[in-house]
């Protein structure tokens, strides 16, 4: 009995593309298997000049397999979601798959350090964006004051003023506390 064992998250996790770190399991996109041992995302291999046919990992001239059940048993086994229960391991198998899985975690830390450091910048943006707004508040709070101050001055001279209706001069009525 070769009984296959199911494909599950857990061990199919690791297949994921080299270049955007997109993974097969989400299955919103083909994948290829590069003859170079790269796995890449079909859009992240739309981006390369197709007439080179070239790994955009390694950019070795390559062939491109598309990663599916239906694909040449040898490739099909590099997938294998558990290559060391095999009676005679395959070491080529294994090694792929470590690679595969270290690329994927050192990818992940890597983002999760990115992804920190873009947090911390959030922070210290909205930050300084609470201080430029609060600064501005300010300053509109005293151009108003200004406005107000300037405008109850204005008023107040127009009233005090009235002029001669026969000399047109004018000639200070009720209160002259201002100054010039
Ligand atoms: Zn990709
Ligand atoms: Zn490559």
Partial sequence: MNKEPQSTEKNLFWIHCYKCFELFLKKKRQFFLCECRHIICGLCLKRVDQKK???????????????????????????HPNPTSFKYIDWKIVLFQNDAQKHFSLGMLKMKVFLEQYKKNLIRSKMYAKKRYQYYKMLRGQRREEEQHYNSM??????????????????LNGSNDFTL
Avoid: D
């Fill in 53 to 79: 046919a070239v790994c955009p990992i390694c950019v070795k001239p390559n062939g491109f397999l598309l990663i599916e059940n239906s694909m040449p048993k040898q490739f099909r086994m590099l997938f």
């Fill in 154 to 171: 204005v008023s107040g001279n127009n009233q005090s003023y009235a002029f001669n209706s026969t000399s047109g001069l004018g000639t």
